[in-house]
């Protein structure tokens, strides 16, 4: 009787335990999704990046000094300021700068002045940082921004 | 007439040493092979092994005892693990100047860091090598095959325990391999920002942040890290390494060549007669009704001993010498302790442990292959044996026999030719980024120094099965160009790379800093 099987081949016994197996599998699916959605942050914990530098009057053209505790590089030319990060684009290590450019100590990338990939496994060029002004009439850097090569923020 | 109950009480008082003993040793000292086998069936840690060790597995120069090392090391490792985690504080602020207490102020504390740490590097290279024997003899061939693939997790989970480990105490090498595996596990992105699809679908990102819980290499991070370490890593470890050993019964004990359960075999004795003779001790219940083609009642029996006390002996020497090299070393050699963790500076050169470095070496081409995209693709290649390699009758000799040995030495000389002739064209030469200034990072990504060799390994590997006929010798050809491989590229990492990753013949002609 219970392997008594319809038009579609399958029997009810069939059918309820293929259908028993499908929920417990959905189930258990459900938990390993639900396990891993745990770990995963919902707010990232982490101090503010956007750091204030004060009067612009204090950075004179010609302005090139490493933020040692942000890992950026700020500079100053003629044509204003702009903020390019220390943090390799590989795997993370800080460059140091060097006569033509940046180099990393860590796997060997280097970069043009401008942060452009010259050598090595970086997959792409050192971010440019945002630099705006503050209300106050300060300069701040945004380590969160990450702004087109060549931006420069005019004085 | 019966004894008064506070008689009696005080009686059974008077002997509970001698219950408790006949409690737990239920027989004594076993003396015939009967009480033997019941040592080994009523004891839950000894049952896991069978009661007879066929005396082919008992030769050391078939498995170096290379399995038994890792499992010693291993129970080293969380007897002084757990020792380390009573001072050990998870925390960025604090875990620095725990590891400087454990090594100078609590009693014993640097002796059972080091051997932890010793006993950590040899389970990596007993488990590498127990690998490389058991592929060398083709033990991974049926029945054998969910074997290889639960070693091949162990191996995953001890190189995993390994680099957690280094993590936790939170000195320059930690805190800087903690960002190097971050960024490793974010390097997706070079594909999915080649693509520019990264705003979509970042499994780059994920991954980072699920390592870190958050979006850098802190508290957070660290907690992670020692979680894995000391709770989710172990855990898996040693439920896998309970599958290991269940198995290795389930498929027949270890594996050995056809030829030494034959006549003409050294340890061969044909079969006793009478050995069913009736009004014997022995008595024979029936325990299961298997499947399977060949029932060995006939001659495998007549190689085997008692594992009580042949194995037992085996394996408590083996322990014991694990247990001795460990010691001394822990003794004389102190495990590294750098300066305490600075995200401004990083070490140049900020070197892996030795067992990363051809990874470290591979990542300094492209990110995403050397971290991610060729472990994989050796990883597969390494599960897939079991199931491309399926016929034949070398197994448990070593390479396979002759032919094995000559496609050995000839994968060596291969292996080393090519490996050696990539990194001196990379090294002298440059790679296409010098050539092409402005080439795009997805062609690195897929032809870098890593993927080329690898490509090479493939095809010396097929073109030895096409040679001689036979997937087995490309499978022994693969796997000996791939670890002639790691061996290189390893010793290149270790040796020659000084600052900014350079390649220097001697650290004497390091640049001053």
């Known amino acids: ?155 | 007439m019966e004894k008064p109950a506070l008689t009696q009480f005080i009686d059974n008082l008077k002997s509970v040493p001698d219950a408790a003993r006949r409690a737990f040793l239920k027989n004594g000292l076993p003396e015939s092979e009967r009480e033997r086998s019941q040592m080994s069936f009523h004891n839950f840690f000894l049952h896991m092994q069978s009661v007879r060790t066929h005396k082919h597995s008992l030769r050391w120069t078939y498995t170096l005892g290379l399995g038994i090392i890792a499992t010693a090391a291993l129970i080293i490792l969380t007897a002084t693990g757990v020792l380390l985690m009573v001072y050990y504080k998870p925390s960025t602020e604090l875990a620095y100047y725990s590891m400087k207490d454990i090594n100078y102020v609590v009693f014993g504390g640097r002796i059972v860091r080091n051997v932890h740490r010793w006993a950590a590097h040899l389970m990596v290279v007993a488990a590498l090598l127990h690998m490389a024997r058991v592929f060398y003899t083709g033990s991974y061939r049926r029945p054998r095959e969910v074997n290889w693939l639960i070693g091949l997790g162990l191996l995953v989970m001890t190189l995993a325990l390994s680099f957690t480990g280094y993590i936790l105490p939170w000195d320059q090498l930690g805190y800087w391999a903690a960002t190097i595996g971050a960024n490793i596990a974010q390097s997706p992105r070079e594909v999915t920002d080649a693509f520019g699809i990264t705003h979509a679908v970042d499994v780059g990102g994920l991954g980072k942040q699920m390592l870190l819980g958050a979006s850098f290499v802190g508290e957070d991070a660290l907690l992670r890290f020692y979680v894995l370490h000391c709770v989710v890593l172990p855990g898996l470890l040693m439920t896998l390494l309970g599958l290991h050993f269940w198995r290795i019964r389930k498929d027949g004990g270890l594996s050995r060549p056809e030829s030494v359960d034959k006549p003409g075999a050294p340890d061969y004795k044909p079969v006793q007669p009478g050995i069913f003779k009736p009004g014997t001790e022995k008595t024979y219940g029936l325990m299961a009704l298997v499947k399977g083609s060949k029932p060995t009642v006939g001659t495998a029996p007549e190689n085997t001993v008692m594992s009580w006390p042949h194995l037992m002996y085996a394996e408590a020497a083996v322990f014991a010498l694990t247990m001795a090299i460990t010691l001394v070393l822990g003794y004389f050699l102190n495990a590294p302790l750098k300066e305490i963790a600075n995200p401004m500076v990083p070490e140049n050169p900020a070197k892996a442990p030795w067992y990363f470095l051809g990874l470290q070496e591979l990542v300094s081409y492209s990110a995403f292959m050397g971290g991610i995209g060729i472990p994989t693709i050796t990883l597969v290649s390494l599960a897939l044996i079991p199931f491309l390699d399926r016929k034949g009758s070398d197994v448990g000799i070593w390479f396979g026999g002759a032919a094995g040995k000559k496609v050995f030495w000839q994968s060596v000389l291969f292996g080393a030719m090519v490996t050696v002739g990539m990194l001196a064209l990379t090294i002298t030469q440059g790679w296409l980024r010098t050539w092409i200034p402005n080439i795009p990072q997805l062609v690195i990504t897929v032809v870098n120094p890593g993927t080329v060799l690898v490509g090479l390994y493939a095809w010396w590997s097929l073109s030895n099965i096409k040679r001689h006929n036979s997937i087995r010798m490309g499978a022994v050809a693969m796997f000996t160009v791939f670890l002639v491989g790691f061996i290189l590229l390893t010793y290149v990492a270790a040796i020659h790379r000084g600052p900014n990753w350079h390649f220097y013949w001697l650290h004497s002609q390091w640049p001053p800093h």
Do not use: Q
Not at chain 1, 25 to 45: D, I, R
Not at chain 1, 82 to 110: K, Q, W
């Open chain 1, 1 to 155: 009787m219970s392997d008594k099987k319809n038009e579609n081949g399958i029997s009810r016994r069939e059918f309820l335990t293929k259908g028993a197996l499908g929920s417990f599998l959905v189930a258990m699916g459900g938990a390993t999704v639900g396990g891993f959605a745990l770990p995963k942050p919902t707010v990232s914990p982490g101090p503010s990046r956007r750091y204030k530098l004060g009067d612009p009057g204090k950075f004179p053209v010609g302005t090139a000094m490493k933020m040692d505790k942000e890992n950026i590089f700020l500079f100053r030319d003629v044509e204003g300021f702009y903020a390019i990060t220390a943090v390799c684009t590989h795997l993370g290590c800080i460059v140091v700068r060097v006569d033509d450019g940046f180099a990393c100590p860590c796997h060997g990338s280097r970069f043009a002045p401008d942060g452009h990939v010259v050598e090595g496994p970086a997959p792409r060029g050192l971010l440019w940082l945002e630099v705006s002004r503050t209300p106050d009439g300060g300069v701040m850097v945004d380590a969160d921004v990450e702004v087109d090569l060549g931006t420069k923020l005019v004085v």
